[in-house]
């Protein structure tokens, strides 16, 4: 990647490289995912985080085969660390997160902040297999391990003004390089409509693969809403906040011509530069590359009723 001084890139220009096939993927779609280049990059994706004891499967899990723990810690978006697919499993791996503080605040009775341990003690830990659709038309299927977000919102009381949740992911450049260039207005924000943080399919996850989360993932917690392009899954999340405005995201700031507030994955609504019709599975080889996207990434049933009256296309 060509890295200039940050006043000088375009969001435009970061998103055109999204679709860019690094060198690793390139090898394995040509077939080249032989021993000789599997062996370091094995090494380096070894999984080290703490495993969790007793893991409930859930009902919502989709039957589509996991990607390998290598692709799903080695082929990542968190632009805190440097925005390439590689750079963050290489720049995260001196990055504490512990010890860890929430803050929540805003339109509740209860405003408060709480620790990974206070949440990850006293809620019963489920996995959960949700595909990771990326707006840059890629998938993965990946073993998540977490709580409904509903059962942590509850907990502060939320009033009747809350009519959005706000949330924030850390900010500390001395930790997190990628922050030492203003490619997006940092810290990174996300928002959900109380109604979508409240489903029981959008998950408050800790961990992949049975383990705690490892950093490049946003360790030590971070969302996963399964119906929305991956960019809704805020990373290492500090901060909660209940509002009666809608948040604008970081994506909607830097491109909002691009990206949108609700970002439900909808194979009918083009990204203004790609289609989103279908989608590749990262490691899915050569004659696998591409499948269809599904409506809501298949939970139509459970999803669509929030947005019933709602154009989709004005509001992607
Ligand atoms: N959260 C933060 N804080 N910073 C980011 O750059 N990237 C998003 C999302 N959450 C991002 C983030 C995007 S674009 C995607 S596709 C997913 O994280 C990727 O999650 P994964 O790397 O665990 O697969």
Known sequence: MLIRKAPDIRPSEITD????????EF????????AGTMAGSLAAAEPSGKPFPKLAKSPFSTDDPANSYEDVTTYNNFYEFGTGKGD????????????????????????????????????????????LRCVEAWSMVIPWVGFPLA???????????????????????????????????????EGLTIAEANHPLTLLTVGLYGRELPNQNGAPLRLVVPWKYGFKSIKSVVSIEFTEQ??????????????????????QVDHPRWS?????????????AKQPTLMFNGYAEQVAHLYDGLDLRRNF
Not at 17 to 24: A, G, I, L, T
């Open 17 to 24: 490289e999204h679709c860019y096939m690094n060198r690793r």
């Open 27 to 34: 090898l394995q779609l040509a077939g080249f995912t032989a």
């Open 88 to 131: 963050p499993h290489r720049y995260s791996q001196d990055f504490a997160p512990r010890p860890w503080k929430v803050t929540v605040s805003g339109e509740c009775e209860r405003p408060g902040e709480f620790g990974y341990e206070d949440i990850v003690g006293p809620h019963a830990l489920e996995e959960r297999i949700y595909r």
């Open 151 to 189: 059962d942590l919102i509850k907990r502060f009381e939320p009033n009747s003004r809350a009519k959005f949740v706000k949330f924030k992911t850390l900010y500390d450049p001395a930790q997190m390089p990628g922050q030492r260039r203003a490619v997006l207005d940092w810290p990174y924000v």
């Open 246 to 267: 809608r948040p604008r995201n970081s994506w909607e700031l830097a491109a909002p011509s691009e990206y949108g507030f609700y970002a439900n994955v909808n194979p």
């Open 276 to 288: 989103q019709a279908r989608e590749r599975r990262i490691g899915g080889g050569l004659f696998d």
